[in-house]
T-cell receptor
Framework: RKEVEQDPGPFNVPEGATVAFNCTYSNSASQSFFWYRQDCRKEPKLLMSVYSSGNEDGRFTAQLNRASQYISLLIRDSKLSDSATYLCVVGNTGTYKYIFGTGTRLKVLA | GAGVSQSPSNKVTEKGKDVELRCDPISGHTALYWYRQSLGQGLEFLIY????????KSGLPSDRFSAERTGGSVSTLTIQRTQQEDSAVYLC????????????FGEGSWLTVV
């Protein structure tokens, strides 16, 4: 089983739609969680950190479920510019690795 | 600097040649990471540095790969006797501390071995 797993997609959604991605992780000791966005042939860029209480940034909401060991990302009112690959990242405090999922590809259609 | 800086941004090399890729992390960041990403694939962890030390090098694909970091700042990833399967983008990232802080990526060094 991979340490971090994501549905690769693609998720094709119309503009204005709400879309949600999940990411599961296998190490129960994981302590830090992030969502990164990666555009084609570009480096990953931080979208948002994921906190235990959940957090929201504009149209984006991230949730953490420690009991089931998954994190989620919800995008409301999708824009064409949201089209990208969304990477789930898990870090274990005290170790060194940030483990990246392989990403979920989103296409927002006009 | 303001961000993670990598050089060269693009490198085309002949099979069998050695290449050096450089990373200059964000000032003050103690942790530095190297990842590799082949076209259409996920990120593959290679190595990380805490200061000048690399506690775990097990992510390096073979003994042709090596990395060092000097002065707690600049890092160099060296690939000896390059092979075509080494073609990928090599991404460097840094963070203030290890595994608990946001990591910031450079734009990558795109390596093509012909």
């Amino acid at each position: 089983r991979k340490e971090v797993e994501q549905d690769p997609g693609p998720f094709n959604v119309p503009e204005g739609a709400t879309v949600a991605f999940n990411c599961t992780y296998s190490n129960s000791a994981s302590q830090s969680f992030f969502w990164y966005r990666q555009d084609c042939r570009k480096e990953p860029k931080l979208l948002m950190s994921v906190y235990s209480s959940g957090n929201e940034d504009g149209r984006f909401t991230a949730q953490l479920n420690r009991a089931s060991q998954y994190i989620s990302l919800l995008i409301r009112d999708s824009k064409l510019s949201d089209s990208a690959t969304y990477l789930c990242v898990v870090g274990n405090t005290g170790t060194y690795k940030y483990i990246f999922g392989t990403g979920t590809r989103l296409k927002v259609l006009a | 600097g303001a961000g993670v800086s990598q050089s060269p941004s693009n490198k085309v090399t002949e099979k069998g040649k050695d290449v050096e890729l450089r990373c200059d992390p964000i000032s003050g960041h103690t942790a530095l990471y190297w990842y590799r990403q082949s076209l259409g694939q996920g990120l593959e962890f290679l190595i990380y540095f805490q200061g000048n030390s690399a506690p775990d090098k097990s992510g390096l694909p073979s003994d042709r790969f090596s990395a060092e970091r000097t002065g707690g700042s600049v890092s160099t990833l060296t690939i000896q006797r390059t092979q075509q399967e080494d073609s990928a983008v090599y991404l460097c990232a840094s963070s203030f501390q290890v595994s608990s802080d946001t990591i910031y990526f450079g734009e990558g060094s795109w390596l093509t071995v012909v």
